[in-house]
């Protein structure tokens, strides 16, 4: 890498060809997401009224769980469903293909505005004004 390559890429300017190599990355990347899902799973621990039980043992109460719950909006709507230990693991994952999806996204949108700056940039330098 030369000084202006580094110099360029500190800076966050990228040329024309970057960007469109990087866009067509991004386009790859987003093929390859499997099944996605929004929102967050989150660890409960409940306390039953059953009188007696461990949860409510006064020297060492231990609660019951974990319960995973996954919880999103979508669309306005808020929603909270409880996950069978089953379902915990390929959802973590949905979850983590959403977030991906996300990011690639606005790396996108990034890219399409720095790809118009770039192009102005260039069509000022070539006609030297
Ligand atoms: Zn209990």
Known sequence: MTYSDSHDMALGIMS???IQRRIAQLQR???EL???HPGSISE???VCGQPGCRCKDPQKPQKHGPY???SFTWQGKSSTRFLRPEQVKPMRQK???YKQLRELMNEWVS???EMERAKRARA???HGD
Do not use: E, F, H, T
Request: proline letters at 4%.
């Open 16 to 18: 024309v060809m970057q």
């Open 34 to 36: 499997g099944p996605l």
């Open 124 to 126: 000022k330098q070539q």
């Open 29 to 31: 990347q987003l093929l």
């Open 111 to 113: 890219l399409g505005v």
């Open 95 to 97: 979850v983590a293909n």
């Open 68 to 70: 995973y719950q996954l």
């Open 44 to 46: 409960q621990y409940n």
